[in-house]
C-alpha cells in the first residue's frame, strides 16, 4: 500500500483553488467559472521521480519504503465562502498539508490569508503550507513589496501560478509533496 495523506486547498471564492487541482490532476483548464459549494475531492499519485533528491529523510529505508509504494495525494478543494465555512471544517481535519491560495488579480484574497492560516492552524495543526499567488495570466493588483513583506513575517514558501497557462502548477504540487514527505520519520 502506498504512503498517502490528505491536502486541502484554502482561499477565498473565485481564486482559482479549483482550476489549480484540475490542471494539476487532469491537465483541464475550464474557462467557465463553478463556485465550489463544500468542498471538491481529487486523487494524485505523486511522481517521486522528480522529487526524490529533493528529500531530506535520515531514514534511508523509509527513504526506499517510499519510493517502492509511492506517494498518493487525496486533495480536498474547500469551497471559498468564509461565512459558510462552519459547514466544512471537518475537510481539515487530518490534513498532512495545505495550500493557501489567492489571486494577484484581487486585493481581498490576499489580505484575507491570514484567516485562511489561523483556520488551518486551529483545525489541522502545525501542517506543511505553502502560499500561493494565482492568476499571473491577469493584470497584477497586488504590488510584489507588500507580498514579499508578508512573507517575511511568515517564513513560508511562496509561487505564483496561472492554471490557465499551466504555469507553475506542477511545482506548486510538488514542492508541497516534498515538505510533506520531509516531516516523515
Avoid at 499519485?45 to 519504503?65: A, C, G, M, R, Y
Avoid at 505564483?160 to 506542477?170: P, R
Wanted: negative net charge.
Amino acid at each position: 500500500m502506498s504512503y498517502r495523506g490528505k491536502v486541502i486547498l484554502c482561499g477565498d471564492a473565485g481564486v482559482g483553488k479549483t482550476s489549480l487541482l484540475a490542471q494539476y490532476v487532469d491537465g483541464q483548464f475550464r474557462e467557465a467559472y463553478h463556485q465550489t459549494i463544500g468542498a471538491n475531492f481529487l486523487i494524485k499519485e505523486i511522481d517521486l521521480s522528480k522529487i526524490l533528491d529533493q528529500l531530506d529523510i535520515k531514514n534511508p529505508k523509509l527513504k526506499s519504503d517510499i519510493k517502492d509504494k509511492g506517494f498518493k495525494l487525496y486533495f480536498w478543494d474547500i469551497g471559498g465562502q468564509t461565512d459558510k465555512l462552519w459547514a466544512n471544517e471537518y475537510y481539515f481535519v487530518q490534513a498532512v498539508g495545505a495550500m493557501i491560495i489567492f489571486s494577484l488579480d484581487k486585493l481581498s484574497s490576499f489580505e484575507h490569508i491570514d484567516f485562511w492560516i489561523e483556520k488551518l492552524k486551529e483545525l489541522s495543526g502545525d501542517v506543511p503550507y505553502i502560499i500561493v499567488g494565482n492568476k499571473t495570466d491577469l493584470p497584477r493588483q497586488i504590488d510584489k513589496d507588500i507580498i514579499e513583506n508578508k512573507l517575511k513575517s511568515l517564513n513560508v514558501n511562496y509561487f505564483e501560478t496561472s492554471a490557465k497557462l499551466n504555469e507553475n502548477v506542477d511545482e506548486i504540487f510538488e514542492s508541497l509533496s516534498v515538505q510533506i514527505l520531509n516531516t516523515f520519520k
